[in-house]
C-alpha cells in the first residue's frame, strides 16, 4: 500500500485556508516528483493521505531530509510571503506517494494535524 505524508508547521499557526494551500502546494509537487508506476498504483489505491504536524522548522526540515536519505520523493514547500508569514518561510513538507511502512519509519512519531 502506498500513502503520502504531509506535513505542516504548528509553530506559525496559519489559518485554516493558509494551511490548505501550503498543504495542497506540497502534496502536487511531491507527487509530481513521484515516478509514473508509483503515481498510478496510489491513485488505484485511493490517494492515501495523511496530515501530521510538527513544533518547527528543524523537525519539518529533518523529515524531508530523512525521506531524501531513504531515496522517497518529498517537496519542501517555502512560502511567498504575500499573506500570513514572511517570504522564504518553510511552511510544509509532503512525503510520497511512497510504501507506507517506508513512511511511517520518518513519520510515525508525529502527531495528527
Not at 39 to 64: C, P, S
Not at 66 to 79: E, G, M, S, V
Not at 81 to 94: C, K, M, N, S, W
Amino acid at each position: 500500500m502506498y500513502k503520502q505524508a504531509i506535513i505542516i508547521r504548528n509553530d506559525l499557526q496559519m489559518g485554516k485556508g493558509k494551511i490548505a494551500a501550503q498543504a495542497s502546494h506540497a502534496s502536487l509537487q511531491a507527487y509530481l516528483k513521484t515516478d509514473e508506476e508509483t503515481r498510478d498504483e496510489w491513485e488505484t489505491e485511493g490517494m492515501k493521505k495523511i496530515a501530521l504536524k510538527v513544533d518547527g522548522e528543524k523537525e519539518l526540515i529533518q523529515a524531508f531530509n530523512a525521506a531524501k536519505k531513504r531515496k522517497i520523493r518529498a517537496a519542501l514547500i517555502h512560502d511567498a510571503g504575500h499573506t500570513q508569514v514572511e517570504p522564504g518561510t518553510v511552511t510544509a513538507v509532503a512525503i510520497g506517494p511512497a510504501d507506507e511502512d517506508e513512511i511511517d519509519v520518518i513519520t510515525g512519531k508525529l502527531k495528527l494535524l
